[in-house]
């Protein structure tokens, strides 16, 4: 008999198993927290103005610049480059019931 063989009851090594789904809410929140952050941290350095002509300036390049940041801003939260969102829920997790850590 190997223990591979042995049934456990069907649990599964705790590498394999799925973070609760409050820990994945968590998660979820921090990233979409993060990238707020980074859309108005975004949005204030564009907002500086250095005096310089807009030579393709207009409605649609600013939208198009939100877009962009904002896309910007949702990928590099979703990546964890930064931390915050780990930071967050980390600090946050320690308000989790124990069942869903």
């Known amino acids: 008999m190997t223990l591979d063989s042995i049934n456990l009851g069907g649990a599964r090594p705790l590498a394999d198993r799925e973070p609760a789904p409050a820990r994945n809410e968590l998660r979820d929140a921090a990233q979409q927290f993060e990238a707020i ?3 108005q941290m975004l ?15 207009g409605q649609g390049e600013e939208t198009f610049r939100e877009m962009r940041d904002s896309q910007f801003a949702d990928v590099t939260a979703k990546s964890g480059q930064l931390g915050f969102a780990a930071a967050i829920e ?5 308000f989790l019931p124990q069942g869903d850590g």
């Open 37 to 39: 952050l980074l859309r």
């Open 43 to 57: 949005a204030s350095a564009r907002s500086t103005d250095f005096g310089g002509d807009d030579l393709f300036g």
């Open 90 to 94: 980390n600090q946050l997790a320690r």
